[in-house]
Structures are given as C-alpha cells and as structure tokens.
C-alpha cells in the first residue's frame, strides 16, 4: 500500500537517504508513525532497527513496517540478549518489604532529622532507588537516584541519600545481577544489564520513537549506536520527566525537522495548541489544523471526557457525574486513588501507614500542615481539600462505583494518562492552577505544566471546551500558521465531516472515525497511520 507523502515527510524521507542523523519533531496528531513506515519503505534495502515506545506499538509496527525493520521494545532487544537467562527470576513469587528488608540488612529503624523511617520502608525506599538507576544512564548508583519523601527537610534527603546509596549499590552487584538473587528483579534490571554491556544493535539505521519520553537509560544506548540515528517525537509533550524520562531529541546532534500538519483535529483545537506552544521557548514549532475537520473551541454539555490536572481533580469529577446520574470511568481505574483514602483513613485514626506518599507522616494534621506551608506538597493539595471535604470513606465509596470505559457515558481522566488518547468532545477540568503574579508583576509558567496543558488541549478532535485552561489568553500570543499544501484525501473524508466521532475507548478497540482501518486504507499517509500516542 502506498501513500503520497505531505511536503514534509517528503523532506524528510529525502534527508534520510543521505545517512545523516535526524530529529523529527512531530506535533500532536501528525502521522508521524505514518512518516516513519513511508521512510523505512523508501530504504527497503538496507536494515532497520525501530525501537517502540511499548510492546502493543513494537507489535503494531511489525505488522506495518516492511521485513527490513526489526520492531522491538528495548527490552525485547535486551531479553534476547541477558534477560532470557533471568527468566526464572522475572516469573518468581512477590517479595514483601518485610521480606527485602530482611535480604537487605535493614533490621532496626532510622531516624533522619525528626523523623523515624522503619525498615519496610528503607526497604521500598532501596528499590525505588535501584529502579531509579535503572532509568538512568549512569554506571553506578548516585545519591540523585534516591527518591524525595514527602515531609522529610533537605537535611533530612541528604541524610537519607548518604544512607541508602551504598546499600543499593549492593544490592544491584551482589543480587540482582545473579542468577540466584533473592531480591524482586524486574525486567528493567535486565535491560540496565545490557545496557551496561555497550551493545551493537545490528543495522543500518535506528528509529527512535516517542524519543522525548525516553528514559537516558534507552536515549544513551541509541546515543551510541554506530548506525544512523533517526529520533522522533514530539518535545512539548515531554510530561513524564517526573518518573525518569528525559527529552532525548533536545540534545541530539542530528538535522532538525518538523511534522506540524495535524489529521486530528480542524484548526480552532490548533489555534489553541499553538497559544501552549507559543509558552515554550524551546520549540518553534506551531500547529496546522485538518481542514477537512470541522473543530470548534467552545462550551461543551456533555463531553465524551473531561480532563483533569490531579487525581484529586478526576475524583471531584467524578463526584459530579455521579451526581448527575451519569456511569463514570477513570482512566487508570481508582485503585491508586482508593489506597491513598485508605492510608489518609489511617492517619485520621492516629495509625501510621505504609502508603509510599504518606508513610513519613504520623498523623492528618501533618499531611495537612506540610500541602499548606510547604511547595514541596502542592501535588497533594487537591487531594488532601478532597478528603477534608468529603471524608476518606466518601472517596472510597466512589472508587467503587466507577464502571469499566466500555460501559462509561462519561470518561474521566488526569492529563498525564489521557496522553496517546482521543476524543470527539473535551472539557478540561478546573483544577489546572493559573501561575501567580510576582511581587514585581511579572509571571512564570513552569515547562512541565505548559506541555501538561498542550497534552490535554490535544486530545479533542472535535470540541474543545478549553474551561480550565482559558486563562491562556492572559499570557500567550500566537499567529495561526498558513495551510499546509496537501495531498488531496478521497471523498470518504466528505461523507464522514458531518458525523461528530465518539469517544476513543481503550486503545486496543478503535472505533472512530480517524481510527477505523477500514477506512483508513483509502486515506493520506498521515491519516493512515491510525491514531498515535502522540
């Protein structure tokens, strides 16, 4: 099957026949999967090597890429080459934190600054740390793998870190790297392992997708692969730097492109894209929305989705619709949320908990104190007001009575989970904080709140209701880019403009308009690739 490429893919598809590295940056919904497939058709003789960002992708692109392109996940690369041998490792029994605790040596409690920290949890704490250095690139355990406890000062982190470091690093040479540890080994140790060996991956040139949510680990092999290196990705939705990833493209050294056509919405959503874009100085990319997408930014009475900044956000939605008697999902389920009750339950009753985000607290009234008086804390906030409002119990209640999104008339979700998702009606929540003015009058929006706000401004296809986040227009002035010159699309796009799309469900079960297969075979290039997670 073949497709007319866009005038930017085709520069790219061009560039790529010299060998030079490349950095594709592509916006939110602008084929870029598509764009690679087109580019590993025109270079059918030669191997590729097409790292996904997860295995349903890895396994979706061997379908879709020509027999010249190896499609794997990192870690299917490495398991071939270490992990195999760890099987019996990754298939064996949980190990409790009472149990790592005692493997570990951990046997009587620290107390850093004010607070005591029981063995179980020096024990999570020792994990989390190898997992952190698991993501990295670094060859040994650094104090800056440890991670932060809420309500423990810097002198405390410190503490804690100079602790820990050593007993990790242990940990990883004397267990996890053999074969007859007795630690929990995960499939990111094997990963690590390779990683560590230097390897060669075999062939002519490597495509590296969702490269801006790439953790360094991953980045830094592809960093030195002799072969030629192709990254894409799209930078401002580099939202996961919280849990390890970093932004492989902003320091690569390869020629620059942009994909800025989008096949997922018309261009009112891309005039709105575009006012996030404009908040972020290292990108000059701007969107071009789909002409053949009738889109509109405005208020919205019953949206397929609604997004939302905190889990505490998604709950008071939730509430919302329960109260209206509508059948609500969450996106991720409320397992998570419903633990959290659970331990603020605890706390209110004067018992401690194990919660990793709450077990340095004593009590309710410490949680409390440490989200107000504390920036360190503001992710907690909603939360904490939710529970303070309603009762950990009310919360509990509602976790219960979601339903699965197959059975959903209304699909609830934080920002950071809705991303690689779609829907034909967005309202975004109002939990998504407007910056606050300095002493000066001047004003700052952090990075990774920006990216969080185009990732959910994004996911609409056909009404945006833009509620939480119209304070934009304070801050951000943005032109609208000219049309991009297109190939023409068939008359199936005609027929289908008028009919507004439903929800996207779970990404294993298409069944909208710009995902259907069907439909797609007969369309441009970039529509054919079928939605992304971009």
């Not at 019996?88 to 607070?115: D, F, S």
């Not at 119990?393 to 209304?410: F, I, K, P, T, Y």
């Not at 068939?490 to 027929?495: F, G, K, N, T, Y």
């Amino acid at each position: 099957m073949s497709h007319t490429p866009t005038e930017e893919q085709a520069a790219i598809i061009e560039a790529a026949r010299t060998g030079d590295d490349l950095t594709i940056e592509a916006g939110a919904g602008t084929g870029k999967t598509s764009t690679l497939k087109l580019l590993a058709r025109d270079r059918a003789g030669l191997r590729g090597a097409y790292l996904a960002y997860n295995k349903s992708i890895a396994t979706d692109a061997a379908r879709d890429f020509p027999a010249s392109v190896t499609c794997k996940t990192a870690h299917s690369f490495a398991f071939g080459a270490v992990g195999r041998q760890y099987a019996h490792r990754l298939n064996g029994p949980r190990v409790p934190a009472r149990q790592t605790a005692i493997i570990l040596g951990l046997n009587n409690p620290v107390k850093l600054g004010e607070q005591m920290i029981a063995p179980q949890q020096l024990a999570r704490l020792v994990t989390e740390t190898i997992q952190r250095y698991c993501y990295s690139d670094d060859r040994e355990v650094q104090r800056m793998h440890v991670p932060l406890v809420n309500g423990l000062d810097k002198p405390g982190q410190a503490e804690l870190a100079k602790y820990l470091v050593p007993i990790a690093q242990k940990a990883w040479d004397t267990d996890l790297t053999q074969l007859d540890g007795s630690l929990r080994f995960t499939h990111d140790c094997y990963l690590k392992m390779w990683i560590l060996t230097d390897p060669v991956i075999h062939a002519d040139y490597v495509l590296l997708d969702e490269a801006q949510d790439s953790n360094p680990a991953v980045a830094g092999l592809v960093s030195r692969q002799p072969a030629q290196r192709i990254l894409v990705g799209d930078q401002a939705q580099a939202i996961y730097g919280w849990r390890g990833a970093t932004d492989a493209m902003a320091n690569f050294d390869g020629r620059r492109f942009q994909l800025s056509q989008s096949f997922r919405f018309g261009q009112a959503v891309a005039d709105e894209a575009n006012k996030w874009l404009s908040l972020l100085p290292s990108t000059d990319l701007r969107l071009t929305g789909y002409d053949r997408i009738p889109s509109r930014v405005g208020p919205v009475a019953t949206p397929d989705a609604v997004l939302c900044r905190s889990n505490g956000g998604a709950i008071h939605r939730v509430m919302d619709a329960l109260d209206d008697g509508r059948r609500p999902a969450l996106v991720g389920g409320g397992t998570d949320i419903r633990r959290m009750a659970e331990a603020a339950q605890r706390l209110q009753a004067g018992i401690p908990t194990d919660h990793p985000e709450l077990f340095a607290f004593q009590t309710w009234a410490e949680v409390q104190e440490y989200v107000e008086m504390d920036s360190a804390g503001s992710d907690l906030r909603v939360f904490v007001r939710l529970i303070d409002k309603h009762g950990a119990r009310e919360v509990m209640r509602v976790c219960d009575a979601l339903v699965g999104e197959d059975r959903a008339d209304v699909i609830v979700s934080t920002a950071h989970r809705a991303k690689g998702r779609e829907w034909g009606s967005v309202l975004i929540a109002d939990d998504f904080p407007e910056p606050k003015q300095r002493e000066d009058g001047s004003w700052r929006i952090a990075a990774d709140e920006v990216m969080l706000a185009y990732v959910a401004v994004t996911r609409a296809q056909r009404v945006l209701d833009r509620y939480g986040l119209a304070w934009v227009d304070r801050y951000a002035t943005t032109a609208a880019p000219a049309p991009a010159n297109l190939p023409d699309a068939p008359a199936v796009l005609e027929d289908l403009a008028d009919e507004l799309p439903g929800p996207t469900p779970a990404p294993a079960t298409p069944h909208c308009f710009l995902c259907d297969p069907s439909v797609r075979e007969t369309w441009p290039a970039p529509l054919a690739a079928g939605a992304s997670r971009g």
